[in-house]
């Protein structure tokens, strides 16, 4: 159940790999820890992801520590497009273990209205419901246990020019986390301030980008444990 929930939040807003002229091919997300000294010490998590020509990512490893299992894990995503730009379906694998399959469904457009969750066994559980404003923007994702009931709730806010500002997340009904999203005058993501259901603030990101508005770099500053923790995140990119 929880690992669905993963998912799908993995899934939403994904970057799209345009950079002016320049098509993104791989991307490599590695990160640091910052001991007392300020020395930056990998601390093992690496995110790859691979994009298509069309710009739409079609394979993501995300080799991590998972708090909730207590181990380190790989979590691979392959996705799958009709035409290399509409999202068709994913499949889900920890190492070699096949874990579920995402099924979208779009309108007749091509816009993502929905998405069901197919076990190994071939079984329907999960299954989300997106809706839009009349500019085609993503302002609200429902999540439906098997029996029908709402899990749980997301609702995205933006601002005059089009920039995702706010996201707001719930579990049955009771607020869990808030994102909140800076931008600089070209458009380019700077902060992101992340709180708990209690609006405390549990995390703050802040990116340097070069001057396409690519991450080079962001940096995590996590107050939610005992010890304000730090990390740096890396970026390397190729390109077609």
Do not use: C
Not at 94 to 103: F, I, N, P, Q, Y
Not at 196 to 203: E, H, Q, R, S, V
């Amino acid at each position: 159940m929880k690992l669905f929930i993963y998912i799908l939040i993995f899934l939403s807003f994904f970057y799209i790999s345009f950079s002016q002229n320049k098509i993104i091919k791989k991307e490599t997300q590695t990160s640091f820890i910052l001991n007392k000294d300020g020395k930056l010490i990998p601390d093992g998590n690496v995110i790859e992801k691979h994009y298509n020509k069309s710009g739409k990512i079609i394979f993501e490893s995300n080799n991590t520590f998972w708090s909730e299992v207590n181990k380190q894990v790989n979590y691979i995503k392959k996705y799958y497009y009709t035409n290399d730009v509409v999202l068709d379906s994913t499949l889900v694998f920890e190492g070699d273990k096949l874990l579920l399959k995402v099924e979208n469904e779009t309108d007749s457009s091509g816009l993502e209205i929905g998405a069901v969750e197919i076990l190994p066994n071939g079984k329907k559980s999960f299954k989300a419901k997106y809706y839009y404003n009349e500019k085609k923007q993503k302002i609200k994702e429902q999540l439906f246990s098997p029996d029908g009931v709402l899990f749980t709730l997301k609702e995205y806010f933006y601002d005059p020019k089009g920039n995702l500002v706010e996201e707001r997340g719930y579990d049955r009904g009771t607020p869990k986390y808030r994102f909140l999203l800076k931008y600089d005058k070209k458009k380019y993501l700077i902060e992101k301030k992340q709180f708990d259901g209690k609006n405390n603030l549990i995390k703050l990101i802040k990116y340097k980008n070069d001057k396409s508005g690519l991450p080079l770099e962001h940096k995590e500053t996590n107050y939610s444990g005992k010890e304000k923790i730090v990390k740096v995140v890396k970026y390397n990119y190729e390109f077609y």
